[in-house]
């Protein structure tokens, strides 16, 4: 045996039957590289100057937007397509595109995000998890769920606002305090997630709560694009991702064990969904995987809306003026805080109240959205974009560029403003056309979190704008005079900003 291994070392001594498989299995491991489907007429020109051997369009994860304004503009219809690895695109645009994509029954989103979105956590394959996961989400977002939440997370709210009024003031500008909303607001928001999705034990301890945020920022940041271009490749930001995910799995298993061992039953979601009989690893997958969900999106535009708003006073004092209006008209005594008439409301009145929150969250999103969907068609044949006479073939991908039509000048007027006053009835630029505003999806497939995401928005905004005066500034609090920057078009979904963006503030006299 020994001989063996070492003549196997020995290239030069292999017999030409050994060369000669080698060499054979060195071909037929290109020819499955490089072999891809063949397309028929019907399917939108083959954009190829992103093309390289073997991966495909890559740029189509490093300059998504600009690949794809750029291969669109070659085409009489604006729809296209393009390789990911030996996986077939087709990119879809204008209003057929848009309905297509939407509205048709064949084109499925699971299946797609998963082929084609390099940022999600692993789950669960089968219609037997996703089915687990819309049932439980819903079960957990009904209204007396919520009610029952409400006083915990105002309470979260509050105390993170209270902890900002007694922040260190700025050395220079002793009369303000500075905050980057994307660390003060961001973990606010994974905290009430924490509490409506997840295990006390992780919401009411702040240890626990920053170092499980970490690891989920940790898991965001170990995309790992390569290996949508080969599965079977074990690169090293995926086995980093699995790591985290292994880690954040500890965690609630430590935490279900314990329970389980004190028989100590706590009334939150985790007990919730283990009270279901679901199996642990459905119930830690759903975890894992709706924090995760919760946290990113719904996070960063928190973040953004005092920025927006601060950096456009006349709709600051909107909003402002809306919060007064709402803590004058439920004041039962004089004696009674902003921060004691808002830990009052009810869950109806969260969701009803602050329309101008709302809007602000809607306008945030449209100009802060550079994503992509994705779409997979799992239907017995070809379909038909529109009228255009192509068709995104059976077995292929479809992918949608966002700002293709929340960038449209066409529909959104001065489309890099942030005026949430474009969804006023009066001007309604969102109700143009169909599938013209996509920030909580469109047509088949609408965004599951939607009312939770949206009272998360009024719940941290509202007490910052009651209990706070605030302005852009610099980290030493000096006043900011350079304009926000734009979300960078070249990710395919929103991130912190690279520079931090920070907010002075001081508490409002009334």
Known sequence: MQAIFERLLQPK?????????VLAGLALLLHLLTTRPSLSHAVPKLWKPDDLPILGAWRFYTHRQEMYYTAQRSTKTGNFSFFIGKKHVVGVNGPEGRRTFFDSKDLALNEGFNDLFAGLPEQPGGDIFDRFLKKTLASLLKSDSLNKNIGLLATDSRRMCEALAVAPVSDSQPEWRVM???????RLVYQLTTRTFGAREIAENPELLNHTLSIFEQFESRTSVLKLFFPWLPTPNHILRMYNGARLYKIFLDIIKSRDKSEKRVDDALQHILDTGASITHVISFEIGSLFAGLVNTGIHASYIPIY?????????????????VIAKYRSTPEQSPAMVLSSLSIDQWESEFPLIDLSLRESIRIGQPGSG???NVGPRDIPIGNTGEVIPKG????YVFNDVHMNPDIYTDSQKFDPARYFHDRAEDKKMSHTYLGWGSGRHPCLGMRFAKLEMVLCNAYFFAMFDFELSEKDGSLRTEPVPPVDVKLHQIRKPDDPIFIRYKPRVY
């Open 309 to 325: 708003c601060a950096e456009n006073p006349e709709w600051k004092a909107k909003v402002q003026a809306e919060v007064d209006g």
């Open 180 to 186: 980057n909303p994307f660390d003060s607001m961001y």
């Open 396 to 399: 292929s991908y479809a992918a």
């Open 374 to 376: 994705f779409r997979k």
């Open 13 to 21: 001594a292999w017999p030409t039957i050994m060369w000669a498989i």
